[in-house]
């Protein structure tokens, strides 16, 4: 794999790029990102990453410097010339460089840029050990559909759990918990498949929309609901989803126990999920 980097239409050596002092996703946060898995060398689900970028860059009033089908196009040029296999492309989309005005510019020059990253392959499903995830309060604005660069309520909530011997924060607020640090949450109850609804609290996840089109065929119903904290630990299995991880199933919630094994349903959509991504990539 080499070290590129594609910034602003060009694919450069990483260790070449550089981005201004004055650029607003450094000095603001001011900016959107996505992260999309490759598998094979082909991206995964590429297409729904793109609608997700567009519809969070316009949430901002920023817009993407190139049509789509272009974007998708140098995406693949830069996985091709890195030559990147099993790894992620990391895209970061910015207001630019402007004198520090909290005002936006009159003429914005957006930072587009896009690098890919080594990932090590995931674990078979049910051979990883599981999650414990913690509640911490949910400290973040209401505009969780759009996915900001400002991240770090989510850094301290994931920083808070891991001190405390977690793998992982679950954001919780009225008693009711919406989502992870950077991952979905669901939970199995019998036949039902239950997730908290996209919406201001939740990053709408690529991963989540794929396993919600892939529960009827494991037998699950599904409700879009909520969970309340205090019904977690009651839920036959519960696990995460993110493009990195795929599916991880939860081992502990704040100090309860589920048996230490990856429930079976679990395993089955995440058996339907590794279909879906061998037929669209050819991965093995
Ligand atoms: N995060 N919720 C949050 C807050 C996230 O940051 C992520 C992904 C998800 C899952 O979304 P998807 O299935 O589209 O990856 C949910 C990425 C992977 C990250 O920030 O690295």
Partial sequence: MTDLIWLNGEIIPMADARIG???RGFQFADGVYEVIRLYNARPFTLNEH????????QAIGLSIPLPIDQLSREIHKLIDQSNAKEAMVYLQLTRGIAPRNHQFPDHPRPTLLFYTRPLPPLPAPGQSTGVKLCC???????????????????????????????????????????????????AIFGNT????????RVLPGITRAA????????????????????EIPHADELFITSTTR?????????QHPFP?????????????????????TGAR
Avoid: Y
């Fill in 21 to 23: 002092v004055e650029d």
């Fill in 211 to 230: 396993l919600l089109d892939l529960a009827p065929q494991a037998g699950l119903q599904i409700d879009e609901r909520p969970l309340r904290e205090s």
């Fill in 136 to 186: 911490v309060p949910d400290e973040r604005w209401k505009c969780c559909w759009i996915k900001s660069i400002a991240l770090l309520p989510n850094i301290l909530a994931k920083n808070h759990a891991i001190a405390h011997g977690f793998d992982e924060a679950a954001f919780v607020e009225g008693g009711l918990v919406s989502e992870c640090s950077s991952s979905n949450l669901f």
């Fill in 260 to 280: 230490p094994h990856c429930g079976q349903k679990t395993l089955k959509l995440h058996q339907l999920l590794r279909e879906q991504i061998i037929a669209m």
């Fill in 50 to 57: 793109l609608a997700r970028l567009h519809q969070s860059a």
């Fill in 193 to 200: 498949l239950l997730t908290h609804p996209a919406g201001p």
């Fill in 246 to 254: 795929e599916i991880s199933w939860v081992s502990h919630f704040n």
